[in-house]
């Protein structure tokens, strides 16, 4: 539950921040600082719906937290965008675990990407995760939907470019 | 030309097209360019294209037509009409001209789903004049997706059965301008190039590197959203339209730094989704277009 | 003497028309005109997602297609029960003012002035015929305004992408309305262009097609057809303002009545196809293409009200709205399009004060399993329908009556010629060797072949696609 604080820790310096850019704001004489300031409060704003979006779903599903497993990326606590790590392509999951998940074909078709659920693809009997991988915008990649064995579709398009595969997190395996 | 640097677009909303311009008048007027003819043909489509061409600004289509070009056809336009109109189009092939082709070109019933005009008594396919405009063109624009590609004209399950432009014409070389339509700066900044330095530097699939190089996502202003998985539910929010199915990631253009109509606008600045319009395979390879079953279903919001 | 004159490519329209007309004695005794390409986008639509419609049907047409959005998102709003908020309706009615705008401006200077006008500026223009007789002041003075008119209906374009993106082919029109929110700066941004194209529209085109209209008076006498008039409704049913512009209205010589839309019918009895009847509803299943069929003569159906043939468009909004009462004819239907665009400038500046800024009407819609859902609208070139039926969460069916349609349909069981056949029958034509009057009659309808010939299911021997 640490992540939890340490979210909820976040939210209340994002709200601090709020307060006193609101207050900055209605006392500005120079108005050059404004959009500067307002495009913070905006990116503040951002992120607090979406940690609550997070800490939302977290409650709602009582999903047991696992700390080096997020389920969905977290932001760092630094508006900064520089510290930030960008979330594509996702660090692939540390845990030896999920390497070692199989799915059956019917399995696989149910990581559709569909109402929140992660998108799975296969190649070569390897799962790959392509969630938030920006060739796959709302779970289809030139007509083609998530949850399927791809294998003689890459081969056909992306022959000679295994290097795309490398990019992607591996989930587990084809069985 | 190798290892030269392109233009930094991103500063540049109107310049290139500007800039072109303005450097093939100052060459007309020193005669050191001569206007050239051009064959504006209307296929298999919507004639958005030519639409689109008359919103040109910098360029306009007045300064198009009495400085840059000669425009011996184009059907939306021409006072001419019936068999006068296509002997225009007859008579054009005596000279040298430029060609530039918009709408796909329809090939079931051996052409007949897109007849253009009546030549001695006969109809003229639009099959026919691509073939027979294409072989003799000194340089030629497949303007629009339709006439790069097939586009929205040869959607699935393509009853008239059309294609691009280089499937009747495959051993001719083209620069495809995709886009639906094409911006007027896509299109006149090319012909200002083609005046002016002859072709433009294009890509591997013929695309003017000085528009089509860059993704969208990679230009997009909504990238640091996407970046942090910030990502818009429905239409209409400021943030990533990546999960409604955004096709800025796999679609290389400059509308986000040029933007459409006086460069006030474009789609993902009306918070939608870029549809992929200006990438080969569009639309049935960018569809769908719109998807809110992605995200999750939250109730109570 | 009877003598064929064969026109095609009619040229300075949308898209691609053939016009095949016999005369006798210098007058046109009989018509056909055919529409020279062909998409199918009913086909194309099926199985695709219901969303997709409303970007995908704008395809149909360069020059109209925010009427297709428009006309689709309605569809869709009836499909899936929604209510658009006020300032959804009044964001996305804007939108389609700026159509009109952009549309009627080009319309008559790019493709009805060179009819009238010898422009001299440029051999793009030159006719085949001489019938011009505009005082030199006047023509060279139009001639100029032929260019000048480019920088309004560019900035009528302009407007649009505002709200909606880009043109042509918006992003910003869809259910709900609009996809995006109103802003001081957008609603003054707007405002100061409005008011540049308003003014060239009173300043410049109305005068201007008046002067064309002294000049060729003889065409307030031609092109007139048989008088019935038909609209949807065009910027009207709202909560507060009521109706600014025209209700749904169909007029014959003999009465004038409200539109009640379960009285189309679409009749294939002279067009390519089989059914069980040679009547449908517009929102029965298609019909099966059939060219051996007896008597069929063209891939167009014959929209009818109770039964008779009807003209849509400007003049036809005008009349019924009770603000023009010259005359139905070619010259008539010129000047309403000047008049309206002058009219929708009026609508658009109402439209344009009710706005609330940062109003968001865009919702995370769900698809049913099953739905049906129409769309009527009044769009620039006349009443424009969508019919759709969902299925497993697709389209399980898509129908589009387009205006030029109901302008150029065919004959039908009871005789009725089609509209546009109609209004050239009885034309005397001065040069059977250089007519201009055949073009002159039928661009007065603003015809539009990127839509009426995109939309008919083909056949397997298909040779042309007559539209009337």
């Known amino acids: 539950m640490q992540n939890i604080e340490m979210i909820s820790m976040q939210i209340n310096y994002l709200v601090t921040q709020a307060r006193h850019d609101i207050y900055t704001l209605s006392t500005l004489s120079d108005t050059s600082m404004k959009p500067q300031i307002l495009q913070r409060l905006w990116d503040a704003l951002s992120t607090i719906h979406f940690l609550s979006e997070w800490l939302a779903n977290q409650a709602k599903t009582s999903y047991h937290f696992l700390p080096s497993q997020p389920s969905i990326p977290v932001p760092s606590g630094n508006l900064n965008q520089s510290q930030i790590p960008p979330i594509t392509p996702l660090p692939t999951p540390p845990i030896s675990q999920s390497n070692q998940r199989t799915f059956t074909i019917g399995e696989l078709a149910t990581f559709t990407g569909k109402n929140g659920r992660p998108a799975y693809v296969a190649v070569n009997g390897i799962v790959y995760d392509v969630t938030n991988n920006r060739a796959w915008a709302a779970a289809t990649h030139f007509g083609l939907l998530a949850g399927k064995d791809y294998t003689q579709e890459f081969a056909s398009c992306h022959a000679g470019q295994q290097s795309i595969l490398a990019t992607l997190p591996v989930v587990g395996r084809l069985v | ?301 | 003497m009877s003598k064929r004159i064969v026109i095609n490519p009619l040229t300075r329209i949308s898209g691609f028309m053939e016009i095949d007309v016999m005369i006798d004695q210098n007058q046109v005794v009989d018509v056909k005109t055919k529409g020279n390409l062909f998409r199918g986008f009913e086909q194309m639509l099926v199985g695709r997602s219901p969303f997709d419609a409303v970007y995908f049907t704008q395809r149909i047409c360069g020059i109209c297609s925010a009427a297709h959005s428009m006309a689709s998102s309605r569809a869709l709003e009836d499909a899936l029960n929604i209510e658009p908020m006020e300032q959804g309706k009044y964001l996305r009615d804007i939108i389609h003012c700026c159509e009109f705008l952009q549309n009627h401006i080009r319309h008559f200077y790019q493709y009805t002035v060179p009819d009238y006008v010898k422009i001299e500026q440029n051999s793009l223009f030159q006719a085949d015929h001489d019938d011009f007789r505009l005082p030199k002041s006047i023509n060279d003075r139009i001639s100029q305004h032929y260019f000048d008119s480019l920088k309004y209906s560019r900035l009528a374009h302009e407007m649009l992408a505002v709200l909606g993106g880009k043109a042509p082919h918006n992003h910003g029109v869809f259910i709900g309305g609009i996809t995006t929110q109103a802003t001081a700066e957008k609603v003054v941004h707007i405002d100061s262009i409005l008011g540049k194209i308003a003014r060239f529209i009173d300043e410049k085109m109305i005068p201007d097609v008046y002067d064309i209209a002294r000049f060729y008076a003889d065409y307030f006498r031609l092109g007139g057809g048989y008088g019935n008039l038909l609209t949807y409704g065009a910027f009207n049913h709202y909560k507060e303002l009521g109706t600014l512009y025209v209700d749904p209205l169909v007029s014959t010589l003999e009465s004038v009545e409200a539109f009640d839309e379960s009285n189309i019918q679409e009749k294939i009895d002279y067009s390519y196809y089989k059914s069980i009847t040679n009547s449908n509803q517009p929102n029965e299943e298609v019909t099966e293409p059939d060219m051996d069929k007896e008597k069929a003569y063209s891939w167009v159906k014959a929209p009818r009200y109770k039964g008779l043939p009807f003209e849509v468009g400007p003049l036809a909004r005008l009349i019924l709205s009770g603000t023009y009462n010259n005359g139905i004819s070619a010259m008539d239907r010129t000047i309403a399009r000047a008049l309206e665009a002058k009219k929708i400038s009026e609508v658009m500046k109402i439209l344009l004060q009710q706005i609330i800024p940062g109003v968001d009407v865009q919702k995370k819609y769900e698809l049913p399993e099953l739905a049906t859902g129409r769309g009527l609208v009044d769009t620039t070139r006349g009443a424009l329908g969508h019919w759709l039926k969902i299925q497993d969460k697709k389209i399980s069916f898509y129908q589009i009556i387009t205006p030029s349609t109901w302008d150029f349909s065919t004959r039908d069981d009871n005789g009725f010629r089609g509209t546009a056949e109609e209004a050239l029958v009885g034309t005397p034509i001065q040069n059977p060797d250089k007519p201009a009057e055949i073009g002159r009659i039928l661009r007065s309808f603003d015809p539009c072949m990127s839509c009426a010939t995109h939309v008919y299911s083909p056949g397997k021997q298909v040779k042309t696609i007559k539209v009337f």
Request: hydrophobic fraction near 40%.
């Open chain 2, 1 to 301: 030309m190798e290892g030269q640097i392109l233009p930094p677009e991103s500063l540049t909303n109107e310049a290139i097209a500007e800039r072109l311009t303005s450097t093939a008048l100052k060459s007309l007027k020193k005669r050191t360019i001569k206007k050239k003819n051009l064959i504006y043909l209307e296929l298999n489509g919507c004639s958005g294209n030519i639409i689109s061409l008359l919103n040109g600004q910098n360029p306009d289509f007045e300064y198009t037509l009495n400085s840059m070009v000669d425009l011996k056809f184009c059907n939306s336009l021409m006072a001419a009409e019936g068999e006068p109109a296509i002997e225009k189009l007859m008579k054009a092939m005596d000279d040298e001209y430029i060609l530039a082709v918009e709408g796909a070109v329809a090939l079931k019933n051996n052409g007949l789903y897109n007849i253009i005009g009546s030549w001695q008594g006969k109809p003229l396919t639009g099959l026919q004049a691509a073939k027979m405009l294409g072989e003799k063109a000194s340089h030629i624009l497949a303007v629009g997706a339709c006439a790069t590609h097939g586009g929205v004209s040869a959607a699935k399950p393509n009853p008239s059965q059309s294609v691009g432009l280089q499937m009747v014409l495959p051993d001719k070389k083209m620069i495809k301008l995709p886009g639906c339509p094409v911006h007027p700066d896509w299109f006149l900044g090319t012909l200002a190039h083609l005046l002016l330095y002859g072709e433009p530097e294009t890509d591997n699939l013929d695309r003017p590197l000085m528009f089509y190089s860059t993704l969208i996502h990679d230009r997009c202003p909504r990238r640091p959203f996407f970046d942090r998985g910030i990502f818009a539910e429905k239409l209409g929010d400021k943030t990533c339209l990546f999960k409604l199915g955004c096709r800025g990631p796999v679609t290389r253009v400059d509308c986000p730094t040029r933007q459409w109509n006086g460069h006030v606008n474009w789609p993902i600045g009306d918070n939608t989704p870029c549809i992929g319009c200006a990438q080969f395979g569009f639309p049935d390879a960018m569809a769908p277009f719109i998807s809110y079953d992605t995200t999750r279903v939250v109730k109570n919001e």
